[in-house]
């Protein structure tokens, strides 16, 4: 499946780094979602872009940033994270905030 | 807020032992999604539900969608271990963003 590709797919990274996430949708899809997923919890979602809008922030620390500069592409930029952050860090696209969703292969990040 | 619950958490079956996740809600759901997570995968869409009563089958997995449109199960028929994984359901109420359930961890013992 490359319908939604995500880059790295590793990722290891200091407290002071600074390194962003992307996501890509190759769907035709109106709706772009960041989901973290650690060990032993649910999925957790971050954040909804619809039509390039964020339409959810689920407080998520200003740690993390997200941009989508196009209904294709989306970023997650990181800074200062601490380590209860590392996790799988999963993208998705839908046709829109109702309908399934397609998800990358996401990226593992592991903060030292 | 909308709260999608998923029973049981973890299950262990011994291979071709029949399983059910049950998976419900505290709200009316427009639909009613499941997903497939594989060990080191990522979630992947396994089908939709729309209608009240509705039941659909891909193969040995069965679907269904409760007359109330809260509650959602679904049963594998004579699990095989290429169905280890964990299985969530997710929805959405009315014209709000789907909702992930916690998901049911499914071990095969061959």
């Known amino acids: 499946e490359t319908g939604v590709t995500q880059t790295p797919r590793h990722l290891v990274m200091g407290m002071t780094n600074k390194k962003s996430l992307k996501c890509e949708q190759h769907?035709?899809?109106?709706?772009m979602y960041w989901y973290k997923q650690s060990a032993k919890k649910p999925l957790e979602l971050m954040f909804v872009?619809?039509?390039?809008?964020?339409?959810e922030n689920n407080s998520v620390p200003s740690r993390f940033s997200p941009e989508c500069p196009n209904s294709s592409h989306l970023f997650l930029h990181l800074h200062t994270l601490q380590p209860e952050d590392s996790a799988l860090y999963l993208c998705?696209?839908?046709?829109?905030?109702?309908?399934?969703?397609?998800f990358g292969p996401g990226t593992r990040l592991t903060v030292t | 807020g909308q709260q999608v619950m998923q029973i049981p958490q973890y299950q262990h079956v011994q291979e071709g032992e029949d399983f059910t996740t049950y998976c419900n809600s505290s709200?009316?759901?427009?639909?009613i999604q499941w997903y497939k997570q594989r060990p080191g995968g990522h979630p992947v869409f396994l089908i939709q539900?729309?209608?009240?009563?509705e039941v659909k089958k891909q193969k040995r997995l069965t679907f269904q969608f409760g007359e109330a449109k809260k509650n959602s199960s679904l049963h594998i028929t004579a699990t095989q271990t290429t169905d280890v994984g964990t299985y969530f359901c997710?929805?959405?109420?009315?014209?709000?963003?789907?909702?992930f359930g916690i998901g049911t961890k499914l071990q095969v013992i061959p």
């Open positions: 997710a929805g959405p109420k009315g014209y709000q963003k789907v909702t």
């Open positions: 998705a696209s839908s046709q829109d905030n109702r309908y399934e969703q397609y």
């Open positions: 769907l035709g899809h109106n709706a």
């Open positions: 539900l729309v209608k009240s009563g």
């Open positions: 872009y619809n039509f390039k809008e964020q339409t």
């Open positions: 709200t009316t759901l427009s639909n």
